[in-house]
């Protein structure tokens, strides 16, 4: 299956170190970068994975730096960061070459705050097919009522193409879930009405807004889905770039809760239009070969899906993935040693991350086929970070690469599934033997059948590069 792979030396963590990221390629070799509080560097790495040089990015600021993104762009980089400096807060861009020199200078893009005692709010970034394009977004915090999104689009050379402020006014508790930009300036922006109130729920919003803003004639145009009776998760927004549409997809149920019923299929038009909108309710079979019963018992469900990827395919229609995950904890009582001291509790958390749906979903939004893939993972006090999967989109199948922890050994394991919904799962590498803890959901696609992943264990850092 894996028919190669190349490792990276071990390379000693610096201390608050916490972001590992596989920025991608340039016509240099394999680009990474490191970053935690004190310090940002990037590494070049050759085809085998051989260090070729790592050096700080140095942005020339006086301030507190915090590298928000970094965005490769050809054999240029777009740098995003905030800087604390003069009691404001600043979010800046810089454009850097192959070697990571800036040869672009800074831009401040927005004033964040006007005291570093306020909150940043997060930000959000994505960029246009070509790369043409840049979008920056985010909530302001500052607004007490409705909140209010800002949003900037930048070429690649940091010219401010246009920025905007938008209220969506038709909802009470509107949430900013996800944008898209294309090279002409159209955007759009997917809202939720967050008004499900319940300690334990997956399905936040009971209304979805579609907002499409035209560059060229300052206008936005809304759409609302809703169905009643029925919540909705977080969706996944994503382009269809052959069919020139807009498609929002997720997961739908008829209660608060954490079990799911179907999946919510929403197509737009360019200028924001809704096409279609289907609920597509999950079958008998596929809860028979997800709780392993047949018939299925009274309280087997789809308990814990979160949507996690969706693809688009030529004929419009979309593979959509969804994986369980959920934390369970554990308290533990200690005593006292004779007369001394009382008691203590240590409370532990697990991170279950399970099986994960997948379902092959037509134009006209009927299921054609839909899988199991099982899997269990369960990890403590890691926040989950060596769980999930990887996805590699190869010419003609899904590859979902993640680590077995089955047995008391981690085996680096991966399903792939076919275009007609035939499933394999194979194993491509003893992890432990290798010295590896791969960070799959931080895995990136590098080429058609490369993927490119961290590996953190006892404080060293590697580099895996498998070949499909």
């Not at 300052?218 to 770039?241: Q, V």
Request: glycine fraction near 6%; include cysteine; hydrophobic fraction near 40%.
């Amino acid at each position: 299956m894996a028919q190669n792979y190349e490792i990276s030396l071990p390379e000693k963590l610096n201390y608050g170190t916490t972001r590992y990221e596989v920025l991608g390629t340039n016509s240099e070799g394999i680009v990474a970068m490191n970053a935690g509080k004190n310090s940002h560097s990037v590494s070049l790495y050759s085809s085998d994975m051989k260090l070729i040089w790592k050096k700080p990015i140095a942005l020339k600021e006086i301030g507190f730096v915090n590298i928000g993104k970094v965005i490769l762009t050809g054999d240029s980089a777009i740098v995003f960061y905030t800087i604390q400096a003069r009691g404001m807060t600043f979010l800046k861009a810089a454009k850097v070459n192959h070697q990571f020199m800036i040869i672009r200078t800074s831009i401040i893009v927005d004033t964040l705050a006007t005291t570093t005692l306020l909150s940043v709010p997060k930000m959000n970034y994505t960029v246009s097919y070509n790369k043409n394009k840049l979008l920056i977004y985010y909530d302001d915090l500052n607004v007490s009522e409705r909140r209010k999104m800002h949003a900037y689009c930048l070429d690649e050379w940091l010219n401010v193409k246009w920025n905007i402020s938008y209220r969506a006014s038709d909802f009470t508790e509107p949430e900013i879930i996800s944008a898209e930009v294309d090279d002409s300036l159209h955007c759009w922006f997917l809202f939720g009405e967050n008004q499900v109130k319940n300690f334990h729920n997956d399905f936040p919003f009971n209304k979805i807004m579609m907002v499409c803003y035209n560059d060229s004639t300052n206008t936005f145009s809304t759409s609302i889905t809703e169905e009643y009776g029925m919540i909705f998760t977080e969706p996944i927004l994503k382009r269809d770039l052959t069919n020139h549409q807009i498609l929002v997809a997720g997961l739908y149920a008829n209660s608060p809760g954490s079990e799911s019923d179907g999946v919510y299929v929403n197509r737009f038009s360019v200028n924001g239009n809704l096409l279609s909108k289907k609920l597509i309710p999950f079958s008998t079979d596929l809860l028979s070969n997800l709780s392993g019963n047949n018939p299925p018992k009274r309280n087997d469900g789809f308990y814990f899906f979160h949507p996690s990827e969706m693809i688009v395919k030529k004929n419009g229609g979309v593979i959509f993935l969804a994986e369980s995950h959920a934390i369970s904890t554990e308290s533990f009582n200690s005593q006292g040693y004779g007369n001394f001291g009382g008691s203590s509790a240590l409370t532990v958390n697990y991170y279950h991350y399970d099986e994960i749906i997948a379902c092959s979903i037509s134009d006209t939004g009927g299921m054609e086929w839909s899988q199991v893939l099982h899997k269990k993972q369960q990890t403590e006090s890691d926040g989950g970070l060596f769980s999930s999967y990887a996805l590699v989109i190869a010419p003609t199948k899904l590859i979902l690469v993640y680590n077995d922890f089955a047995g008391g050994t981690n085996v680096l394991s991966a399903f792939t599934l076919q275009a007609d919904g035939k499933t394999e799962r194979i194993e491509i590498l003893n992890a432990d033997k290798k010295g590896l803890l791969p960070v799959a959901i931080a895995g990136k696609q590098i080429s058609p059948n490369e993927i490119i992943m961290p590996s953190l264990k006892k404080g060293y850092l590697q580099y895996l590069k498998l070949l499909f």
